[in-house]
């Protein structure tokens, strides 16, 4: 009998255990630490707070949308003002490390799975590629007559040709630089001048390496080695998996060569991006372990790496120190683009004619676009429609957006914005405007962001010299093994 | 007066009624329904799924990643279970001894058990930062002249293997110091007294005394730290990047677990074989333990 109990107790805590293995909870931790050069779009400053979703207001059709930032719920409730009878409940799930695409995964085939989701580049097309989302076909004509960037309907679409995704913006990439250190170090700050030296992969390196001489060391080329990922992984010849199999395009090879030069060559600060570090660069407070302070020179960041990441962190949290008005945008070395956030309907949802119509208002309706691209969304406009918005809720004039009659509308408007200000004059508008038609989707594919990811650590350690480059390669490839079992890895 | 009423020896069914429906629901479906998905292969993208027999098994054996995983999860567990026991122990000796009569004994368990109402995530994003190459250990230990220049402690393997068995046991001693605490007064007096008069030390007491008589208790702390270290998950998936970095260094089977079920295609199968195989071995571990300490008494078996 006793010998029963111990083994029936045994089984007991054997059985809670795996009752705990076999539903891993999605951790929802804000403050989770990402491994640099995550391709995730970052959160929107406000976008810290808690994931919450408002209550359901009685007699109204409920409409359930999923995101990672708060954007969008900008737009939900700009929506919400258009159709008074439909009450937009929105759910805001961080992905810093993932946390957002666990739980929409878990979701998929049970009651709980929202009506539209936001899906970001880095995981939009293993939704695409999938069963789980509508056909959104019937938008196609609109993407026609407000001249939509092809990347905004193209990675929506699957290789049967079916559209079911649209983004709102573009997000052509660019690079970001300090006009005061550019006049110090290269006796002008004017971007064409400063294009012209900076205008390939060998250019830059040279300037990194002027940069560092003339400061002393103290002002780094580019704060860390994840700036260069979204750079060389767009400017690839082939994607990671051809035939079912694990392919290194020579891009990459360039890629591990060129972070590896700049570290041992310490032009690049070692900071990890969206750490600490990587933020304190953009406002001068970076200080090194003795108290040297240390200056970043130039950032790669796309279009809405303007409004979302330099902007708001350009200012120190004491207000001490702030770089507002020194920055400079250009091209940079090569054309690259990075992130995007686009929307689609679940199949299964019981409101299929609201859900289309909330991602067209989102995506493809030229009003909504304009107003999301200028400004109009301000906290009191939203208030208006619902007062019990946020008081972080708004979105600033400048994002990107993906169609060209908006763009080419309200282009010059930005010679006076804000932003434009904040880049010393420079109507950044313009120069993304001008970047945007050479940004193509065709290497994307659902397995990207697992593939990129598993080179973080490996690439680390052989940065830091721990282990040798063959060696980095290996690790990755099991790594990679690790997620794909099916994947063919030479 | 007949009334139909229950025996009064069927009343203890009745109250372990809810317990037990309770364990076949969250806790024997959950197991065999694992056990199921363990030799398919389920993903959460697409909707059919085939039986694919123990091929899991056979990549997970073929997987030098996972041995890796194995191997830290011990590893991790011992290195911060020992020193755990080891202190809790001493801890527990002092605070209820009665010559040593420590004043404000609640305050100090109090405090023991502190770290472990911490949340997890802000702990690991609390030494992140502090461990960071521009955080402030750095700053401290470069200007106090203790270290030459700043070291990149988050890439570090041996640093970050070093946290997480620190902060583990840091959140887990106090718990197991008042679970000993507990026992050891539960120790009746009057034997104590007598191993005095008898002329045994405090070494022999100890020994002969209390050691075999909170032996339950060790039994019952060991085997909940062994399945609580087998899951261990949140301080290493969190302190990094949840993959377990630097070099696979804190990858632990959780993490493993947790890593196929949230790849691109959500691989719950090929997850699920993961959680068979943990669960077997800490069942097996669990056994052994309960074996090696079972109670002796001169060979016959009491009947219970």
């Known amino acids: 009998m006793k010998r029963l109990t111990v083994l029936f107790s045994v089984m007991l805590i054997a059985a809670m255990l795996l009752a705990a293995c076999a539903t891993p909870a999605p951790t929802e931790a804000p403050a989770a630490p990402a491994e640099p050069a995550a391709p995730a779009e970052p959160e929107a400053p406000a976008a810290t707070e808690a994931p919450a979703a408002e209550e359901p207001a009685a007699g109204k059709t409920v409409l359930n949308v999923w995101s990672f930032t708060n954007e969008i719920m900008t737009m939900a409730i700009a929506f919400e003002g258009k159709h008074p009878d439909v009450d937009v409940v929105y759910t805001m799930i961080p992905m810093t490390n993932g946390e957002y695409q666990t739980k929409l995964m878990a979701t998929l085939g049970t009651d709980a799975v929202p009506d539209v989701v936001a899906l970001e580049a880095a995981f939009v097309k293993s939704y695409v590629e999938s069963d789980f989302l509508a056909d959104l076909g019937d938008l196609m004509p609109i993407t026609q007559e407000l001249k939509m960037y092809p990347f905004v309907y193209e990675v929506g679409t699957d290789p049967a040709g079916v559209t079911k995704a649209y983004s709102y913006q573009a997000t052509p990439g660019a690079l970001f630089y300090r006009r005061s250190l550019a006049k110090e170090y290269f006796g002008t700050d004017d971007p064409v001048e400063i294009q012209a030296l900076l205008s390939d992969m060998d250019k830059y390196t040279a300037a990194a390496a002027v940069v560092k001489e003339k400061s002393g060391g103290n002002t780094y080329m580019v704060a860390s080695n994840g700036d260069f990922m979204n750079l060389f992984y767009a400017n690839r010849e082939q994607p990671w998996v051809v035939d079912n199999k694990l392919t290194v395009d020579p891009m990459v090879n360039k890629m591990v060569e060129t972070v590896k030069l700049f570290r041992d060559n310490g032009y690049e600060a070692k900071a990890t991006q969206w750490q600490e570090g990587w933020f304190a660069g953009m406002n001068d407070t970076l200080t090194d372990a003795e108290g040297n302070p240390k200056k970043i020179f130039s950032y790669f960041l796309p279009t809405w790496g303007l409004p979302y990441v330099l902007a708001p962190n350009a200012t120190s949290a004491d207000g001490a120190s702030t770089t507002v008005g020194d920055w400079a945008v250009v091209e940079g070395p090569l054309p690259y683009q990075w992130g995007g956030t686009w929307m689609g309907v679940m199949k299964e949802t019981k409101n299929m004619d609201l859900a289309k119509e909330f991602v067209r208002f989102c995506t493809l309706d030229e009003e909504n676009l304009t107003n999301w691209a200028t400004g109009v969304y301000t906290n009191e406009y939203l208030k208006a429609i619902d007062p019990a918005v946020p008081e972080g809720q708004y979105q600033a004039a400048g994002d990107f957006v993906g169609s060209q009659v908006v763009v080419e509308k309200i282009m010059a408007g930005f010679d006076e914005s804000d932003l434009s200000k904040f880049l010393g004059g420079q109507n950044s508008y313009g120069g993304f405007a001008a970047a945007a038609p050479s940004v193509n989707a065709r290497l994307m594919q659902g397995s990207d962001d697992a593939i990129q990811r598993a080179l973080n650590d490996p690439l680390n350690s052989y940065l830091e010299g721990t282990i040798t480059e063959e060696e980095m390669w290996t690790l990755w490839k099991d790594a990679v093994r690790n997620e794909f079992p099916d994947l063919i890895i030479e | ?304």
Do not use: C
């Open chain 2, 1 to 304: 007066m007949n009334r139909p009423h229950l025996k009064k020896e069927y009343y203890g069914y009745l109250f372990v009624a809810p317990f037990i429906i309770g364990f076949l629901l969250f806790g024997l479906y959950p197991v065999v329904h694992t056990l199921g998905l363990s030799f398919t292969d389920t993903t959460l993208m697409k909707a059919e799924s085939n039986f694919i027999g123990l091929k899991n098994f056979q990549r997970l054996f073929a997987d030098k990643t996972f041995s890796t995983a194995i191997t830290n999860t011990w590893e991790l567990w011992l290195m911060n279970f020992i020193p755990q026991i080891g202190i809790s122990m001493l801890l527990a000796l002092w605070f209820t001894n009665t010559r040593l009569k420590i004043k404000g004994g609640g305050i100090w368990r109090m405090l023991f058990y502190m770290p472990n109402l911490m949340m997890p995530a802000s702990i690991a994003a609390l030494f992140f930062s502090l461990f960071s190459f521009y955080g402030p250990v750095n700053q401290f230990l470069v200007r106090a002249d203790l270290q030459a220049q700043a070291i990149d402690y988050i890439r570090s393997p041996a640093m970050m293997r070093g946290l997480v068995v620190f902060i583990q046991w840091w959140m887990w001693y106090g718990q197991t110091t008042i679970l000993l605490m507990a026992a050891i007064t539960s120790v009746s007096p009057a034997l104590y007294e007598a191993a005095l008069i008898d002329g045994a030390g405090t070494g022999q007491i100890f020994r002969y005394v209390t050691l075999p008589l909170i032996k339950p208790v060790m039994v019952f702390i060991l085997v909940t730290s062994l399945v609580g270290g087998m899951q261990m998950f949140d301080i290493p998936m969190l302190l990094t990047d949840g993959r377990g970095s630097p070099a696979n260094s804190i990858l632990t089977n959780n993490i493993m677990m947790y890593m196929r079920f949230r790849s691109s295609q959500g691989h719950i199968g090929a997850a699920s074989s993961i959680g068979v195989m943990v669960f077997i071995m800490t069942t097996v571990v669990a056994l052994l333990i309960f074996y090696l300490l079972r109670e002796k008494h001169d060979g016959k078996e009491i009947k219970a």
